[in-house]
T-cell receptor, first 114, second 114 residues
Framework: AQSVTQLGSHVSVSEGALVLLRCNYS??????LFWYVQYPNQGLQLLLK??????LVKGINGFEAEFKKSETSFHLTKPSAHMSDAAEYFC????????????FGQGTELSVKP | NAGVTQTPKFQVLKTGQSMTLQCAQD?????MSWYRQDPGMGLRLIHY???????DQGEVPNGYNVSRSTTEDFPLRLLSAAPSQTSVYFC?????????????FGEGSWLTVV
């Protein structure tokens, strides 16, 4: 079975500071990993995904994530937070044998202070 | 581009009532699914479909029914609403069930059962 754990249900950073949202996964087969962002009262938007190949993945809005197999992690980072980054972020896992089914983490709410 | 469209956006039901959440996509996607989002639990898969006429259960299917008579539409039926079904519901679609495909989400339907 696959699972995802996001460390910290709420993260607060100052504008301009580094954003680090943590995600660890469990999977018995090679994982496909995703980060989604949800703005208030809206649907989920894909930030980035890892399927195969380069382990450092760049996404939209300046976010990136690195797949580390040895640590079973896929942490999301952004060098400099912007007020518009305030949202909820979800890490999700799938695999080649799971079709389009995603297993989501609990979510991390990011607050950005001026 | 409309993408994935869900209706209604907000609904209040009384316990025991039935209703249908509508979902339509205009991207000619084969794969469609329904998730529910509850605080602290991320999103959980209710039902999914890999094509017209084919549906299957996800992680939390009890109390819900689906059908897929066309490629575009994937309605979710609540047969006899219960307070435990108070949640935010998201419809999603992707080109195929290939796990590496991007999954697109609708804007969500907020359901309250009293």
């Amino acid at each position: 079975a696959q699972s995802v754990t996001q460390l910290g249900s709420h993260v607060s950073v100052s504008e301009g500071a580094l954003v680090l949202l943590r995600c660890n996964y469990s999977s018995s087969v090679p994982p496909y990993l995703f980060w989604y962002v949800q703005y208030p009262n809206q649907g989920l938007q894909l930030l980035l995904k890892y399927t195969t190949g380069a382990t450092l993945v760049k996404g939209i809005n300046g976010f990136e994530a690195e797949f580390k197999k040895s640590e079973t992690s896929f942490h999301l980072t952004k060098p400099s937070a912007h007020m518009s980054d305030a949202a909820e972020y979800f890490c999700a896992v799938s695999s080649y044998n799971q079709g389009g089914k995603l297993i989501f983490g609990q979510g991390t709410e990011l607050s950005v202070k001026p | 581009n409309a993408g994935v469209t869900q209706t209604p956006k907000f609904q209040v039901l009384k316990t025991g009532q039935s209703m249908t959440l509508q979902c339509a996509q205009d991207m000619n996607h084969e794969y469609m699914s329904w998730y529910r989002q509850d605080p602290g639990m991320g999103l959980r898969l209710i039902h999914y479909s890999v094509g017209a006429g084919i549906t299957d259960q996800g992680e939390v299917p009890n109390g819900y029914n689906v059908s897929r008579s066309t490629t575009e539409d994937f309605p979710l039926r609540l047969l006899s609403a219960a307070p435990s079904q108070t949640s935010v519901y998201f419809c999603a679609s992707s080109y195929s069930r290939d796990a590496g495909n991007t999954i697109y989400f609708g804007e969500g339907s907020w359901l309250t059962v009293v």
